[in-house]
Each structure stands twice: as structure tokens, then as C-alpha cells.
């Protein structure tokens, strides 16, 4: 643990407790949606960029349903690469730990007199009810997962307890503040693309293979996080090597950061043209659009299976078994796409045969090609 982290934590406590002195919780008994004036919702989600697609059907829902209302979102350095630019959102504020920028930037974000402040950060944080608190002013709050802060907010919705839904299926539940039953909710949110990412995305798939071609393009992301959640380099081998085989048409797409590109490098140069390394240089937005061209793609637990699935490509997930998280994050809509380590703490027990059984069953269990999106669907 670096040794400013206590410290840091010691400062926020201590600055939680000052903080609650001067801002108790507002004497609102419901949030009444406005129709007729304009309203201002802040969204916090000062996370990675995962947590900010799993956020996204929520904004989108909330934007459909009241569409004189306004968005904002405190996001971090992590996720504003997905934030910036983002029309749902009429200012995207970054929370940063720089003391003097962040004590201007919540003096601006407080000027805003937000009706109703949603903080989406899951389980107790001090950062996050910090910044409730003091960016929230005289608005109504919602948290989600609270306990010990629970009394902070003035609506509270459990996402682990007593139920083993989806993230974002839980995230919806907050609509019923709103008076909209979350079952009316499109739960598949895409980011937003500009025309030069659009276009980026159509060039590499007409590179990859000509116009009428029926290749089915399966996409292997083997980049995570952290390196407990990587494969080893010989199951990425074996792994294409089965998948060329599945059928003649098949092409493969191999995504990663750019710590990992030695990598795919390796793994590309041992096949020939049906395998092939995402362009370097791109933007999430930019990786974002090819993704949305794939019939299928393989990932660890990382954000492009929640990106993929925000565009309904189908995907076969590579999981740790820590906390069950997998019951929360996995691919959302399919039955099938799950591949679970034994491990808590890593994934390189997941054998190449478990692997490519999940996408035999994934794809046997599509529905054909979607009009929408020429794709498979699940």
C-alpha cells in the first residue's frame, strides 16, 4: 500500500465528519419529477470505465422519460476518455485528488443547485458521499448499496442483497424514484461515437475482408487490468487455432493496450491474413467501433464486454470466481457466455477446451442474424 493512502483516508474521514456537521440531510420526503420546469440530476460515477456503461441505460431512460431535465456526471480521469464529448450530458465534471483543483471544482459544480444528486458508486465510499454531500446542497439523494452511510441519502437501493440481478438491472430500480418502472428501460446503452470513430470502425472490417464477403469476425481481447486477469500466450494460441477451424470464413481480431501489443504481434505473425491486430493509436471510442462490427468477441472481465454487449455483440467471458462477482457482471442478456475460473484470484486455470465449448453453445444458441444490426443475436 503506497504510504500516502492511510493518510489520505485519515483526511477524508476527518473531513466527512466536518462536512456532515454543515450539510444534514434535507427534509424532502419524495422526489417529484418537474414536467414544466427544468431540473438538474447529477450522476456520480468517479470510477473506471466499466461503471460508466453499466450507468449509461439509467441516463438514457431518465433522458427518454423526462427530456426537459438536465445531466451532469462527476466522472474521473479513469472513464472521462468515455465521458468527454458525450451529448447525454450537458457538463462532465473530474473529480481529481489535487486538493486546490478539486475545492474549485466542487465550488462550481455546487453552484448548480442540483434538485436531485444519484451517487452510483457501489457500497460505502467516503469519496463519493463527500461529494454528494457537498455538491448536492439542498437536493434529494439517492445511493446505491449503502450501509454504513445509508443514512446520508434519502433513498437507498441494495445491489447485493437478497437478489443476484445484473448491475444494471439494479441501477434501473433507481427510475422508480422517478415514478418509471424500470422494466420499461432499454437496457443496452452503446457510448457515443463521433462520425470520425464511426468511420474508423466501417474502414477496418472493409480492409479486413472485401464487400458480400459472409465472414463471421470473432474478436480475442487479451488485455486486462491486471495480469491475474490475463491468459497465458500458448492458450491464446491454441484458442485461434480452434477458432480458425470452426469455419473457413472465420476471421480473427486480436485487441489490446498498448502494453500488450508486443504480444499480439506474437500471436498475429504465427497466423496468416484471417488474423489480425487491432490498428495502434485508437481511442476507447475508436476500439469502440470496431467491437461494434464483431460477431462474437472473447475477453477477460474487463469494460469491452460491458462496450460489446451495449452494441449486443455476443461474448464469452473469462471470470475469477472472487466474490461471485460474475453474478453481478456478466454479459448482460445472455444465458450463456460465462467461463469461471476456480480461482478467486486469477484466470489461468480456464482451460482452451471449457472456452471454446462456451462459444460452441453461445453461438448455437443464437437466434440467426439481427435486421438491425447484421450481426448474431442472443
Avoid at 456526471?73 to 483543483?101: H, T
Avoid at 500458448?234 to 504480444?263: F, G, H, Q, S
Wanted: aromatic share 8%; hydrophobic share 40%; proline share 5%.
Amino acid at each position: 500500500m503506497p504510504v500516502f493512502k492511510p493518510l489520505e483516508r485519515l483526511f477524508k474521514s476527518i473531513l466527512l465528519e466536518i462536512v456532515s456537521l454543515f450539510a444534514g440531510k434535507p427534509e424532502i420526503p419524495v422526489f417529484s419529477p418537474d414536467r414544466h420546469n427544468k431540473q438538474n440530476i447529477l450522476i456520480i460515477r468517479p470510477e473506471k470505465i466499466g461503471d460508466i456503461f453499466v450507468s449509461l441505460p439509467l441516463v438514457d431512460a431518465l433522458k427518454h422519460n423526462f427530456p426537459e431535465m438536465s445531466f451532469y456526471i462527476i466522472g474521473s480521469n479513469d472513464n472521462r476518455v468515455i465521458l468527454d464529448g458525450d451529448p447525454r450530458f450537458d457538463n462532465v465534471y473530474i473529480y481529481s485528488k489535487r486538493f486546490p483543483n478539486v475545492l474549485s471544482e466542487l465550488k462550481i459544480i455546487r453552484s448548480r443547485k442540483f434538485d436531485c444528486v444519484i451517487d452510483l458508486v457501489c457500497d460505502d465510499s467516503v469519496t463519493s458521499l463527500l461529494l454528494t454531500l457537498i455538491s448536492g446542497g439542498n437536493g434529494y439523494r439517492i445511493g446505491m448499496g449503502k450501509q454504513k452511510y445509508a443514512k446520508h441519502y434519502h433513498e437507498n437501493y441494495q445491489y447485493r442483497t437478497d437478489n443476484d440481478a445484473h448491475i444494471i438491472d439494479n441501477t434501473l430500480k433507481i427510475l422508480k424514484t422517478f415514478g418509471v418502472d424500470p422494466e420499461s428501460a432499454n437496457r443496452y446503452s452503446p457510448p457515443y461515437l463521433s462520425e470520425a470513430s464511426k468511420n474508423i470502425g466501417e474502414k477496418f472490417i472493409v480492409d479486413l475482408h472485401p464487400a458480400g464477403s459472409d465472414a463471421e469476425i470473432f474478436g480475442i481481447n487479451i488485455s486486462a487490468g491486471a495480469d491475474n486477469r490475463k491468459w497465458t500466450e500458448d492458450k491464446y494460441k491454441a484458442l485461434i487455432n480452434e477458432l480458425l477451424e470452426i469455419n473457413d470464413n472465420t476471421e480473427i481480431v486480436i485487441i489490446c493496450t498498448p502494453a500488450d501489443r508486443d504480444l499480439g504481434k506474437r500471436l498475429s505473425g504465427q497466423f496468416g491474413k484471417r488474423v489480425n491486430l487491432i490498428p495502434p493509436k485508437l481511442s476507447i471510442r475508436d476500439a469502440s467501433a470496431v467491437i461494434s462490427k464483431l460477431s462474437l468477441l472473447v475477453s477477460p472481465d474487463t469494460s469491452l464486454i460491458h462496450i460489446a454487449r451495449s452494441f449486443r455483440v455476443p461474448i464469452v467471458g473469462l471470470y475469477c470466481s472472487f466474490m461471485e462477482n460474475h453474478r453481478l457482471w456478466y454479459p448482460y442478456g445472455q444465458k450463456n457466455g460465462v467461463v469461471l475460473s476456480e480461482s478467486e484470484s486469477d484466470i489461468r486455470d480456464i482451460t482452451v477446451e471449457s472456452v471454446i465449448g462456451e462459444i460452441k453453445t453461445v453461438l448455437a444458441k443464437a437466434d440467426g442474424v439481427s435486421s438491425q444490426t447484421g450481426r448474431i443475436s442472443i
